[in-house]
């Protein structure tokens, strides 16, 4: 059974960072492309940030260039996001999904709050 398994997302004030981790499990991670979808409360989904299997080749909502960054390590199965300089608006359930493959992962919260 493919597993996507969030970590990272918690409180955070203003201004502050966290990082978002996605290990993938039971699919050729290395063959794909991975993205970042957030649902905030009472809204849609919205695509954050893709990677290309590679890495060498990123995508990124206007709402968050510049403070987010995706990465991924093949060798770990594991794909990033990078979230600085968080504003209260990402407060959102952060998904890590392989769109191709249509999986998902079952989300970790990110709050940003004082």
């Known amino acids: 059974q493919v597993q996507l398994v969030e970590s990272g997302g918690g409180l955070v004030q203003p201004g502050g960072s966290l990082r978002l981790s996605c290990v993938a499990s039971r699919f050729t991670f290395s063959s794909y492309s991975m993205t970042w979808v957030r649902q905030a409360p009472g809204k849609g989904l919205e695509r954050v940030s893709d990677?290309?299997?590679?890495?060498?080749?990123?995508y990124y909502a206007d709402s968050v260039k510049g403070r987010f960054t995706i990465s991924r390590d093949n060798a770990k199965n594991t794909v990033y996001l990078q979230m600085n300089s968080l504003k209260p608006e990402d407060t959102a359930l952060y998904y890590c999904?392989?769109?191709?493959?249509?999986?998902w992962g079952q989300g970790t919260q990110v709050t940003v709050s004082s």
């Open positions: 990677i290309n299997s590679g890495g060498g080749s990123t």
């Open positions: 999904t392989c769109t191709a493959l249509g999986y």
